[in-house]
T-cell receptor
Framework: DSGVTQTPKHLITATGQRVTLRCSPR?????VYWYQQSLDQGLQFLIQ???????AKGNILERFSAQQFPDLHSELNLSSLELGDSALYFC?????????????FGPGTRLLVL | KNQVEQSPQSLIILEGKNCTLQ??????????LRWYKQDTGRGPVSLTI?????NTKSNGRYTATLDADTKQSSLHITASQLSDSASYIC??????????????FGKGTKLSVKP
């Protein structure tokens, strides 16, 4: 158990809908990272927050947005969902925003868009 | 474009045997290189992190090597166990990732250890 929690574990929705994925980092960790993992793709970095501020951005679609709240939990919002958004979404946390940090991954949210 | 290529794509070995997984990258500049183990349907778990000045790092039966000149890394697994069956992902960190972000992931090598 990494100490990172993600909810929900599974999510099934229809195209055009909007969903929110939630992540609680390990106690004391200030950085939260979001990743997307599709069936035939490797992990794709989406976005990083550090202590409430956006720190780095990857190939995150404009239909997706995220935020980190004062209690350090984070939410990833996915809107106007398409079939291709079906994937595993992972959240990870680390105690700093530095390059040498170890990231601890949550169990993931499996999203299925029908 | 920064890229991380892993080989082989998949590998089957017998329990107790050793194996070596390869990672080639074109990321430059380069901050560090990590190896993760990902069990099916679960989040990745960090095995090793190496900076450009480190040649080797071990974590139990896992030993990672890095040649920053040739931009190659390998992960050697000794005396494999059934629980080593997983995907192994090579991740290179760039200080300025641009649109790819700071972390560039390989697609992983899927290892199956058979009894």
């Amino acid at each position: 158990d990494s100490g990172v929690t993600q909810t929900p574990k599974h999510l099934i929705t229809a195209t055009g809908q909007r969903v929110t994925l939630r992540c609680s980092p390990r106690s004391g960790d200030l950085s939260v990272y979001w990743y997307q993992q599709s069936l035939d793709q490797g992990l794709q970095f989406l976005i990083q927050y550090y202590n409430g501020e956006e720190r780095a951005k990857g190939n995150i679609l404009e239909r997706f947005s995220a935020q980190q709240f004062p209690d350090l939990h984070s939410e990833l919002n996915l809107s106007s969902l398409e079939l291709g958004d079906s994937a595993l979404y992972f959240c990870a946390s680390s105690d700093t925003d530095g390059q040498q940090e170890t990231q601890y991954f949550g169990p993931g949210t499996r999203l299925l868009v029908l | 474009k920064n890229q991380v290529e892993q080989s082989p794509q998949s590998l089957i070995i017998l329990e107790g045997k050793n194996c070596t997984l390869q990672c080639n990258y074109t990321v430059s500049p380069f901050s560090n290189l990590r190896w993760y183990k990902q069990d099916t349907g679960r989040g990745p778990v960090s095995l090793t992190i190496m900076t450009f000045s480190e040649n080797t790092k071990s974590n139990g039966r896992y030993t990672a090597t890095l040649d920053a000149d040739t931009k190659q890394s390998s992960l050697h697994i000794t005396a494999s166990q059934l629980s080593d069956s997983a995907s192994y992902i090579c991740v290179v960190s760039a200080p300025y990732g641009g649109s790819q972000g700071n972390l560039i992931f390989g697609k992983g090598t899927k290892l199956s250890v058979k009894p």
